[in-house]
């Protein structure tokens, strides 16, 4: 009798703090902004131990067809604006121009839109760790979601000899702010600190700034 209850208890107990992928996917999706219908604004700073280097993007996208983003660095000062099948490139510098066509491939060098890892890829069963902390498996690496706030708080991965660690920082209102990914080779370590000051729906982004 009291082993059938004991056993009855851990089953309780166990399913209290069960979650499946599908719960988590979902969670995640509240808060999120489709690519195609986002405005951003980020500063990814890149140090080593050489040397940092700044870089400063305005991206948004408005519908499958229209994107407008630029780029301020050291190195480059750029406008590119996509509008259906052209695409007009300006050197922020120079003022110079030039319109080319387009052939609809994403800029994947920028594709920032991106978020949530669990968008793509295989991924276990989250494994309750403990408190709010579960942990997901797949291919992208180990994955460890808050079930409390209901977003990820940082992936881990090995890669051809790289320790990838990616971690995620929240505002007050539970919106990201900023990830941090260190990547470390042979004892050398480089990191990726990208800030996120505007992530909002492009709606109010004026159209005429599409125009060419």
């Known amino acids: 009798m009291y082993k059938k209850m004991f056993f009855l208890f851990c089953f309780v107990f166990s399913q209290s703090f069960a979650l499946t992928l599908e719960q988590v996917k979902s969670s995640l999706k509240e808060n999120f902004i489709p690519k195609d219908s986002a405005e951003l604004q980020l500063r990814v700073t890149v140090k080593t131990v050489a040397s940092t280097s700044l870089t400063d993007m305005h991206i948004v996208n408005k519908g499958p067809n229209k994107s407008?983003?630029?780029?301020?660095?050291?190195?480059?000062?750029?406008?590119?604006?996509?509008?259906?099948?052209?695409?007009?490139?300006?050197?922020?510098?120079?003022?110079?121009?030039?319109?080319?066509?387009?052939?609809?491939?994403?800029?994947?060098?920028?594709?920032?839109?991106?978020?949530?890892?669990?968008?793509?890829?295989?991924?276990?069963?989250?494994?309750?760790?403990?408190?709010?902390?579960?942990?997901?498996?797949?291919?992208?690496?180990?994955?460890?979601?808050n079930s409390k706030y209901k977003r990820v708080e940082k992936i881990h991965a090995i890669k051809n000899n790289a320790d990838v660690l990616t971690t995620f920082e929240y505002d007050a209102n539970n919106k990201l702010r900023k990830m941090i990914v260190s990547v470390e080779v042979n004892g050398k370590e480089t990191t990726v600190i990208t800030e996120i000051f505007k992530m909002r729906n492009s709606k109010d982004f004026p159209d005429r700034l599409f125009e060419f």
Request: no cysteine; charged share 25%; proline share 3%.
């Open 68 to 145: 407008y983003m630029e780029i301020r660095s050291s190195l480059l000062n750029q406008r590119s604006i996509i509008n259906g099948d052209r695409m007009k490139i300006i050197d922020l510098a120079t003022r110079e121009y030039k319109i080319i066509a387009y052939n609809g491939e994403v800029l994947k060098d920028y594709s920032y839109g991106d978020f949530n890892p669990l968008d793509s890829g295989k991924w276990s069963a989250p494994k309750y760790v403990s408190q709010e902390w579960y942990l997901i498996e797949g291919e992208a690496g180990s994955l460890y979601y």
